[in-house]
């Protein structure tokens, strides 16, 4: 059951310092310029939380951007022998995820757990810790109340932290994995008394009706119009899935000389014109506009047809990097209004 407690600001610097001694990893979120990117830190001096949303997304802890599922060597006649070391990725930290972040590991946990469990995206979940921090503002890009979140949403964190006034955190404690990091210092938690952290939180107006959407979407499947329309300035970048919380897309190549090699999983994504590209040539995708459209209909239709959840959590990102400014919320608005008039 959740615990809610109250630690001071100026505590976790404190509780940073126990869990690096207790051996963990912690990434979060760290300047660099005007934005901020998740990366390893060594010190809370280098955490960065005053941002509406970082750039990157913490998706890298569990679903790195490239990763050696296995190595190999060639012996005599042709034989090959595997590189059979346990996998064992690092007991890791996420801290200052945003609470659209923490929930996306639902939607990964969903693709990397559907027919055949992935040992290494689960190993990495199982040793992750997620404390995220409540949005206590937002800009026009964000649309977490749209699509099932919100701005102090626990779904997905372990501990979940809300700016309660000048000097002090309300903490949710929410799993055992939670439990864990208060037992590191239990004595820089306090009772929260009557505090709340509604009146803290930032106020993100919902942009679309998404139940009505998920069923006014398909019925535009076949209209090329304002696919093309919509996909006219797309540049197939794939800016939008490298940034994303909960894409899963990747590719499997083997890079090898004469003796040996690496099998490497890596990102891709579904708007590169390759994605689709058969041996023979053909390219069932073959222009930009269907290829804009398997976007918005596998985050919008097809994930909650086989998962039961959207492939999207509303955090705004993509629409934030995208170099030619495309927004999604104004593409889903005019695409339901597309579907209601049929």
């Known amino acids: 059951m959740a615990e809610t407690r109250l630690i001071r600001k100026d505590a976790l610097t404190k509780l940073f310092e126990k869990t690096r001694q207790s051996g963990r990893r912690i990434l979060a979120p760290k300047a660099k310029g005007e934005q901020a990117f998740f990366e390893e830190v060594t010190s809370f001096g280098e955490v960065c939380l005053d941002h509406v949303q970082t750039r990157s997304s913490a998706k890298e802890a569990v679903f790195p951007k490239c990763e050696a599922l ?55 979940e199982a040793r992750t810790t997620i404390i995220s921090v409540s949005c206590t503002k937002a800009d026009s890009d ?30 949710e404690i929410l799993t055992e994995k939670g439990q864990a990091i208060v037992a590191l210092a239990p004595e820089l938690f306090a ?81 590169f014109s390759l994605f689709t590209l058969h041996t023979s040539g ?20 097809y994930y909650l047809e086989r998962q039961g959840m959207l492939g999207c959590v509303g955090c705004g990102r993509c629409s934030r990097a995208c170099p030619v400014d495309m927004n999604l919320v104004e593409h889903l608005k005019e695409l339901a209004l597309h579907g209601r008039n049929g």
Request: glycine letters at 8%.
């Open 282 to 301: 053909h390219n069932p995708r073959h222009v930009q506009s269907q290829r804009w459209r398997q976007r918005v209909m596998h985050k919008f239709s």
């Open 142 to 171: 964000c649309f977490c109340t749209s699509v099932g979140g919100g701005p102090g949403d626990t779904a997905g964190s372990d501990i979940l932290l809300t700016p309660v006034s000048d000097k002090e955190y309300l903490a």
């Open 70 to 124: 296995l190595r190999y060597k060639f012996g005599d006649k042709g034989a090959v022998s595997y590189d059979e070391k346990p996998f064992e990725p690092p007991v890791t930290v996420v801290f200052g995820t945003r609470p659209c972040d923490a929930r996306s590991l639902a939607a990964l946990r969903a693709v990397f757990n559907w027919d055949t469990p992935d040992k290494f995206y689960l190993e990495r």
């Open 191 to 271: 009772t929260a008394g009557g505090a709340q952290k509604e009146p803290h939180l930032a106020k993100v107006a919902v942009q679309f009706d998404v139940n009505e959407l998920a069923k006014t979407i398909p019925v535009t499947f076949n209209d090329e119009k304002v696919w093309q329309e919509q996909s006219l300035a797309c540049l197939g970048c794939g800016t939008c899935a490298y940034v994303c919380p909960t894409c899963a897309c990747f590719d499997i190549q083997d890079e090898a000389n004469r003796q040996g090699g690496v099998r490497l999983r890596c990102w891709d994504s579904c708007g």
